[in-house]
């Protein structure tokens, strides 16, 4: 089956970087995505992985590493508008994914 | 292009009830998908559709029904609405064939049973 974790909160400063992990198990795993939801609005797609390695996107960046079942979202110059929920999601061969709890991020000023 | 719609916004059922939770979207996307979002809870895969003219199950079915109308049209509907079924619903589409990792989602439905 197909369980992701990653940590229900974490706290940064504005300006710092921030880290989110995300661990994964499942059989046929397809690709790592992330998702950013501000509060009371819809997930928006930010970033996927279908190999090991890194992807940058701006300020944004994401690492998969399949032999450790892990990715991470990595947040650089953090901006208060950066404070929302992230989802990391994991794809299967059935064209559905199965999305994480999520990681509420809060900055601090 | 208005990207993915949803109607309602919000609704307000009491248990028992029935509806039908309306979603289309106008980017030529074959797979579409239905979630709910509890608190903590993360999202949720009801049902999906890889390509019109096909359903399947999600994680959390029961209870609810979908029906693909047409390539930008996928509807979910509550046949007895249930407090438990209380939540937020979220629509989304995606190009299919291998690119369900970038879905866009509609702005969602607050859904009460009462």
């Known amino acids: 089956g197909q369980s992701l974790e990653q940590p229900s909160e974490v706290t940064a400063v504005e300006g710092a970087i921030v880290q989110i992990n995300c661990t994964y198990q499942t059989s046929g795993f397809y690709g790592l995505s992330w998702y950013q939801q501000h509060d009371g609005g819809a997930p928006t797609f930010l970033s996927y992985?279908?190999?090991?390695g890194l992807e940058e996107t701006g300020r944004f960046s994401s690492f998969l590493s399949r032999s450790d079942s892990y990715g991470y979202l990595l947040l650089q110059e953090l901006q208060m508008k950066d404070s929302a929920s992230y989802f990391c999601?994991?794809?299967?061969?059935?064209?559905?994914?199965?999305f994480g709890k999520g990681t509420r991020l809060h900055i601090l000023p | 292009n208005a990207g993915v719609t949803q109607t309602p916004k919000f609704q307000v059922l009491k248990t028992g009830q029935s509806m039908t939770l309306q979603c289309a979207q106008d980017m030529n996307h074959n797979s579409m998908y239905w979630y709910r979002q509890d608190p903590g809870m993360g999202l949720r895969l009801i049902y999906y559709?890889?390509?019109?003219?096909?359903?399947d199950k999600g994680e959390v079915p029961n209870g609810y029904n979908v029906s693909r109308l047409n390539k930008r049209e996928f509807s979910l509907r509550l046949e007895s609405a249930a407090p438990s079924q209380t939540s937020v619903y979220f629509c989304?589409?995606?190009?299919?064939?291998?690119?369900?990792?970038?879905?866009?989602f509609g702005p969602g439905t607050r859904l009460t049973v009462t």
């Open positions: 989304a589409s995606s190009g299919g064939a291998g690119t369900s990792y970038e879905q866009y």
């Open positions: 992985n279908g190999l090991d």
């Open positions: 559709s890889a390509s019109e003219g096909t359903t």
């Open positions: 999601a994991e794809g299967s061969r059935d064209d559905k994914i199965i």
